[in-house]
């Protein structure tokens, strides 16, 4: 198995036992406080990371990079468990893998796209929280997955 079906695996499990792998649900900091148990803090620091159980993220930062930053945070909490197994390199490939997955899960993202959404501006649209970029890049992941 790649890093790529890795960290689809371990999103798609935690989306569906969360609840959160549906459009109207799939927002990352509900996801990382109310199912793994993280608490999410405002700092003056430049970028996101994850100390313990707290996801430190830009207090300035807009909704969008929030999501973002939560998502790959959770993609680290995540991963712990295989964290023994990769590289430094490899774990941040895989938590930004599985915080993308988690921003836009595969089986509503996927839906979206079959009912003709194929532009990223619709996707956009229907997906608020993920930016172009990450509906590009979900478009990417998922069609070298196929």
Same mark, same amino acid.
């Given at each position: 198995?790649?890093?790529?079906?890795?960290?689809?695996?371990?999103?798609?499990?935690?989306?569906? *036992?969360?609840?959160?792998? *549906?459009?109207?649900?799939?927002?990352? #900091?509900?996801?990382?406080?109310? $199912?793994?148990?993280?608490?999410?803090?405002?700092?003056?620091? %430049? #970028?996101?990371?994850?100390?313990?159980?707290?996801?430190? $993220?830009?207090? %300035?930062?807009?909704?969008?990079?929030? !999501? $973002?930053?939560?998502?790959?945070?959770?993609?680290?909490?995540?991963?712990?468990? !295989?964290?023994?197994?990769?590289?430094?390199?490899?774990?941040?490939?895989? !938590?930004? %893998?599985?915080?993308?997955?988690?921003?836009?899960?595969?089986?509503?993202?996927?839906?979206?796209?079959?009912?003709? !959404? +194929?532009?990223?501006?619709?996707?956009?649209?229907?997906?608020?929280?993920?930016?172009? +970029?990450?509906?590009?890049?979900?478009?990417?992941?998922?069609?070298?997955?196929?």
């Amino acid at each position: 198995m790649d890093l790529g079906e890795v960290a689809e695996a371990i999103a798609a499990e935690a989306s569906e *036992d969360s609840g959160r792998d *549906d459009r109207p649900n799939a927002d990352p #900091s509900v996801l990382a406080v109310c $199912y793994l148990g993280l608490r999410l803090v405002p700092s003056r620091r %430049r #970028s996101a990371c994850l100390i313990e159980d707290r996801v430190y $993220y830009p207090a %300035r930062a807009s909704d969008r990079d929030v !999501a $973002y930053f939560v998502a790959h945070e959770c993609g680290h909490w995540l991963a712990r468990d !295989a964290k023994s197994l990769l590289t430094e390199d490899e774990e941040e490939i895989v !938590a930004s %893998r599985i915080g993308v997955a988690l921003m836009l899960p595969r089986r509503a993202f996927l839906r979206d796209v079959r009912n003709g !959404a +194929r532009v990223t501006a619709d996707l956009v649209a229907l997906w608020p929280l993920a930016t172009p +970029r990450i509906v590009r890049r979900r478009l990417v992941e998922l069609d070298a997955l196929a």
